[in-house]
Nanobody
Framework: QVQLVESGGGLVQPGGSLRLSCAAS????????MGWYRQAPGKQRELVAT???????NYRDSVKGRFTISRDNAKNTVYLQMNSLNPEDTAVYYC?????????????????WGQGTLVTVSS
């Protein structure tokens, strides 16, 4: 069973920075795309950023130039560096990964979510 464990959330003042980490562990044959999503109170979960195995990235418009997603394939870990935070960034941030497993000789793909980490931007 594959698990994602997130860390790095907390309270930060507007204009501040935080770095989120998410480590994958468990039985798998590799990880494809990894990403970060967020859900603010009363709103739907939304994509923040994704990164492929080769390092191709994708961001939602509102975080471009402020957030940077990266990954360490050797450690099965994805990071989200968040700078110039504002109150609109307040949300629970979830890590997401698509991993590969071989079942009876056939490659299968499974999606897994982390438990979420709260980011609060407030003065």
């Amino acid at each position: 069973q594959v698990q994602l464990v997130e860390s790095g959330g907390g309270l930060v003042q507007p204009g501040g920075s935080l770095r989120l980490s998410c480590a994958a562990s468990g039985s798998m044959d590799g990880i494809n795309d990894m990403g970060w999503y967020r859900q603010a109170p009363g709103k739907q979960r939304e994509l923040v950023a994704t990164i492929t195995t080769s390092g191709h990235t994708n961001y939602r418009d509102s975080v471009k130039g402020r957030f940077t997603i990266s990954r360490d394939n050797a450690k099965n870990t994805v990071y989200l560096q968040m700078n110039s935070l504002n109150p609109e960034d307040t949300a629970v941030y979830y890590c997401n990964a698509v991993f590969r497993i071989i079942v009876l000789g056939v490659m299968k793909y499974r999606e897994v979510w982390g438990q979420g980490t709260l980011v609060t931007v407030s003065s």
